[in-house]
T-cell receptor, first 116, second 113 residues
Framework: AQTVTQSQPEMSVQEAETVTLSCTYD???????LFWYKQPPSRQMILVIR??????QNATENRFSVNFQKAAKSFSLKISDSQLGDAAMYFC?????????????FGKGTKLSVIP | DTGVSQDPRHKITKRGQNVTFRCDPI?????LYWYRQTLGQGPEFLTY????????KSRLLSDRFSAERPKGSFSTLEIQRTEQGDSAMYLC???????????FGAGSRLTVL
């Protein structure tokens, strides 16, 4: 079974600084998808960034970028120029590719605090 | 369209009672998912619908849990004979036919006393 591990239960970053959240996963598949989701306090979960495993290029979305290391099964999220609104729980998630693969497997999350 | 709607937002019930949650997905989304999230954990997959067909169920979905999606629109998740261990946030999400990007609702929080 696939597993997703987020080894940092909590992280903090100074406003305007850069922070990196770690995620590792275990799979025997060669093709899959990886995601970072953000869950602000008492608000719904929203997609931050999505990576397709067959693509070598790391995904970026404005201030958010990933470092995808397929051989190491590592998928870290870098947040640049951190803002107060970035404070949230961040979940890394895995989804196998192919027909019949519908479920996301989530890590336990990293709580990010942004210090003004 | 206002996104994925879930109702009720919070339900408090006594052990042994039945509860039902409703999810209204984004209208163009034919895929619908239910997840359960307990405190300090990431969401855990419960079940998946494509249109009205329930295509996948987790082993977490015991026989006390049942989900439906009549006519491929809204979905309901019913929990019978609730137990204290059922206390959690129940999340619904939907996605369009050709892109595996989920839009989540705000969740329905269940407290079983």
């Amino acid at each position: 079974a696939q597993t997703v591990t987020q080894s940092q239960p909590e992280m903090s970053v100074q406003e305007a600084e850069t922070v990196t959240l770690s995620c590792t996963y275990d799979t025997s598949e060669s093709d899959y998808y990886l995601f970072w989701y953000k869950q602000p306090p008492s608000r719904q979960m929203i997609l931050v960034i999505r990576q397709e495993a067959y693509k070598q290029q790391n995904a970026t979305e404005n201030r958010f970028s990933v470092n995808f290391q397929k051989a190491a099964k590592s998928f870290s999220l870098k947040i640049s120029d951190s803002q107060l609104g970035d404070a949230a729980m961040y979940f890394c998630a895995y989804q196998a590719s192919g027909a019949g693969s519908y479920q996301l497997t989530f890590g336990k999350g990293t709580k990010l605090s942004v210090i003004p | 369209d206002t996104g994925v709607s879930q109702d009720p937002r919070h339900k408090i019930t006594k052990r042994g009672q039945n509860v039902t949650f409703r999810c209204d997905p984004i209208s163009e989304h034919n895929r619908l998912y239910w997840y359960r999230q307990t405190l300090g954990q990431g969401p855990e997959f419960l079940t998946y619908f494509q249109n009205e067909a329930q295509l996948e169920k987790s082993r977490l979905l015991s026989d006390r849990f049942s989900a439906e999606r009549p006519k491929g629109s809204f979905s309901t998740l019913e929990i019978q004979r609730t137990e204290q261990g059922d206390s959690a946030m129940y999340l619904c999400a939907s996605s369009p036919p050709t892109l595996n990007v989920l839009t989540f609702g705000a969740g329905s929080r269940l407290t079983v006393l």
